[in-house]
């Protein structure tokens, strides 16, 4: 698995571009959600889709959720959903993005705006 996730709050961390193969060690490590916030495509060739993350995930006994959002590009309604996801979802939750800074982004944002489950 990547070693390289970050715990944020108890509740939630983020990770850089996981593999489906990263998706049981995430099961193992205690996690029980995944939302994948890179667009397919972003990363070219190399990077996996979303689709087979996903069902790799539920293979693994996770929740997970496709939202993808573009870097540097963050609307309100982005932040909306996120938050409704992380209230939506078991904990703890693990969001990926490239580098995990966007999901980070989101995170602090959907505190600002007060909405739940992101307390942690």
């Given at each position: 698995?990547?070693?390289?996730?970050?715990?944020?709050?108890?509740?939630?961390?983020?990770?850089?571009?996981?593999?489906?193969?990263?998706?049981?060690?995430?099961?193992?490590?205690?996690?029980?959600?995944?939302?994948?916030?890179?667009?397919?495509?972003?990363?070219?060739?190399?990077?996996?889709?979303?689709?087979?993350?996903?069902?790799?995930?539920?293979?693994?006994?996770?929740?997970?959720?496709?939202q993808?959002?573009?870097?540097g590009?963050?609307?309100?309604?982005?932040?909306?959903?996120?938050?409704?996801?992380?209230?939506?979802?078991?904990?703890?939750?693990?969001?990926?993005?490239?580098?995990?800074?966007?999901?980070?982004?989101?995170?602090?944002?959907?505190?600002?705006y007060?909405?739940?489950?992101?307390?942690?």
């Amino acid at each position: 698995m990547n070693p390289n996730y970050q715990t944020l709050t108890p509740a939630f961390s983020v990770a850089p571009q996981l593999q489906p193969a990263d998706m049981q060690a995430l099961a193992d490590a205690g996690f029980k959600s995944v939302i994948i916030n890179r667009p397919d495509g972003e990363g070219g060739p190399e990077q996996p889709l979303s689709d087979d993350v996903l069902r790799a995930a539920r293979a693994a006994g996770l929740q997970a959720r496709y939202q993808p959002v573009v870097s540097g590009a963050i609307t309100a309604a982005d932040v909306a959903e996120f938050a409704s996801l992380l209230q939506e979802l078991p904990a703890p939750v693990l969001a990926f993005c490239r580098s995990g800074t966007r999901c980070t982004n989101l995170f602090m944002a959907a505190r600002e705006y007060g909405l739940d489950q992101t307390q942690g």
